[in-house]
């Protein structure tokens, strides 16, 4: 079957199995930002937002996202021109193997863009379902918390 979407800005007509998963479309797209962690539902690592809310995109499948649009980090910022979400992750330390990141990222974007003065324990709750074997939570929590007084500044594009 075919499918519309929008991917990180640019729209996408293309042809999937219907059972393909979302998670497997998106990297066939080239979207290696999306970790295939568990595929359960229960790590995080293959989070995207779809309409600006957080997912699983092991828990998708293709056709879901028809008409929707999705982001992946590729399409919040560049190595040479990151998002800030993406510079307070690595100015705080927040990144080790970085397998997690991307979700955490998103997670922490959907956050910020409901509430920009996020409390320490706001962050942890919206982090809760994203799982970190590296870096103790404690960075990660850092980083967010960092981007939220440049979003406050206006540091945010
Ligand atoms: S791979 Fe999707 S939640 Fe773990
Ligand atoms: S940085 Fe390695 S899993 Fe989080």
């Known amino acids: 079957m075919k499918i519309s979407f929008e991917l990180n800005g640019e729209l996408k007509y293309l042809e999937v199995d219907p059972g393909e998963r979302l998670a497997a479309l998106l990297r066939r797209l080239g979207m290696k ?3 295939e962690g568990c595929g359960t539902g229960d790590c995080g690592a293959c989070t995207v937002l779809v309409d600006g809310r957080a997912v699983r995109s092991c828990l998708m499948v293709a056709p879901q996202v028809q008409g929707r649009r999705v982001m992946t980090v590729e399409g919040l ?3 040479d021109d990151p998002h800030p979400l993406q510079r307070a992750f690595l100015d705080s330390g927040a990144v080790q193997c970085g397998f997690c990141t991307p979700g955490m990222i998103l997670v922490a974007h959907e956050l910020l863009t409901r509430n920009s003065s996020p409390t320490p324990d706001q962050v942890r ?4 379902g994203n799982l970190c074997r590296c870096t103790g939570y404690v960075k990660i929590v850092d980083a967010v918390l960092l981007a939220a007084r440049w979003k406050r500044e206006g540091k945010w594009r």
């Open 125 to 128: 709750e919206a982090i809760s």
């Open 77 to 79: 910022g560049t190595l």
């Open 33 to 35: 930002s999306i970790k």
